[in-house]
């Protein structure tokens, strides 16, 4: 239960939404309530607490490039209407807004706790702190007053989009200081929490490393290649993306490690055999098993002499331009997908490697032949009056000891 001092603090969320709580109760929470005069102004004041807000900043912010006939009225009728609304909401009857010399301040008779104000005071907290538990506590701390972007569905905004990549670096920081404490203390039940939190608030920057680590350090084996997969497949979806180097250098030591009970030969056969069932056509594999069937390959290729190709399969639009975004994107995508198992041998492997595109690897097969399946692939591929289509990139796979590598 909230003390009596706390009741009267008055709560504002810059990081994801915008929110302003007075004793509990929303004073603005909705979503189409923070893109108001109201909300704009709020933001400004309680953001700017100590330097105040100069009133061409403010009329800028509320009123941008329209045309208004005395500005100064304006304003005096939107700091009116906001008093009558925080009034409404049940804050104590003062002047919560007042002008100096053309500055415009938060009254200091209310008190204010702002998210990242307070991530901001932490994080300081943290990097003057001595004792290193401390100091790994405030970065923790820190760390979770960041729930999203500083005023996300404001990227328009420049002065949003300036404090947003501001207070991202500073969130960066954190996380990076807290996992350097973590690993020396080798705490990696923390730093997996911290990995999987930090992926979730800032998606797609790489966090997904420190989760990984946490993994192999744990000797969670089986969860961190299942994790493993899960992000190569999110980063393909979400940016076309394969995943970064010090994932790889994890997932090798993670190989290097696993060891499996003693089995009789037959047994550890039955369980490397495909399942019955699987389903006809190419052999669909992730990124990795598919550039470790690559490399496998290169190296049967210097005792033989077989002839192989890599394909590359990415959907076009009707000017033949690479697709790189969309719903059409994803169903097109999954449709070659469909075209190029049907259309290959079962002895030949594909993996998706971005949005819309597909690597195929030809076993013992000519570049006659790869132009034969291409055609296949467009057969199962367009339908009725379709005007995207597939572009081909074909590459012999050298026979040599040290050719060219898939990275």
């Not at 979770?144 to 420049?158: D, K, N």
């Not at 993670?254 to 190419?282: A, F, N, S």
């Not at 009707?318 to 290959?344: D, F």
Request: proline letters at 2%; glycine letters at 8%.
């Amino acid at each position: 239960m909230e003390s009596n001092e706390e009741n009267h603090i008055l709560y504002v969320q810059m990081f994801g939404n915008f929110s302003l709580t007075w004793n509990g109760k929303p004073v603005i929470g909705a979503s189409k309530s923070s893109e108001t005069q109201f909300a704009y102004l709020m933001q400004q004041l309680l953001h700017n607490r100590e330097s105040g807000v100069s009133r061409e900043q403010l009329g800028q912010i509320l009123f941008g490039d329209r045309d208004v006939s005395d500005l100064n009225h304006a304003m005096r009728s939107v700091i009116y209407n906001a008093k009558k609304k925080l009034k409404e909401a049940g804050l104590p009857d003062v002047n919560y807004i007042e002008q100096k010399k053309g500055v415009y301040f938060w009254t200091k008779e209310i008190p204010v706790r702002e998210d990242a104000a307070e991530m901001e005071r932490l994080y300081e907290e943290a990097r003057e702190e001595a004792d290193p538990g401390q100091r790994l506590e405030l970065y923790l701390e820190a760390c979770h007053c960041y729930t999203g972007e500083f005023l996300g569905f404001q990227a328009s905004s420049i002065w949003a989009a300036r404090e947003s990549r501001r207070y991202r670096k500073v969130f960066c920081a954190c996380v990076e200081g807290a996992v350097r404490l973590l690993r020396e203390k080798q705490d990696y039940f923390r730093m997996e929490k911290i990995g999987l939190y930090a992926a979730r608030v800032h998606p797609l920057a790489d966090w997904e490393t420190v989760t990984m680590e946490a993994l192999v350090g744990m000797e969670n084996d089986e969860e961190a290649v299942r994790f493993y997969d899960d992000t190569v497949e999110l980063y393909l979806q979400e940016q076309g993306l394969r995943p970064s180097d010090r994932l790889l250098e994890l997932l090798n030591k993670l190989g290097t490690r696993i060891e499996h009970q003693y089995e009789v030969l037959d047994l550890i056969q039955m369980q490397l055999t495909e399942e019955e069932g699987e389903e006809p056509g190419g052999y669909l594999c992730s990124y990795p098993v598919f550039q470790g069937v690559y490399r496998m390959v290169e190296r049967m290729m210097e005792r033989g002499g077989q002839s192989v190709y890599l394909m590359l399969c990415t959907v076009v639009d009707s000017k033949g331009n690479p697709m790189k975004e969309g719903a059409v994107l994803s169903e097109l995508s999954e449709r070659l997908k469909e075209a190029i198992g049907q259309s290959i041998r079962r002895g030949d492997a594909f993996t998706r490697y971005g949005k819309g595109q597909y690597l195929v690897l030809l076993i013992n097969t000519t570049r006659e032949n790869c132009k034969i399946l291409q055609r296949r692939i467009n057969e199962h591929f367009v339908v009725r009056r379709q005007r995207t289509g597939v572009q081909y990139h074909v590459n012999s796979v050298a026979c040599t000891p040290h050719g060219e590598r898939l990275v």
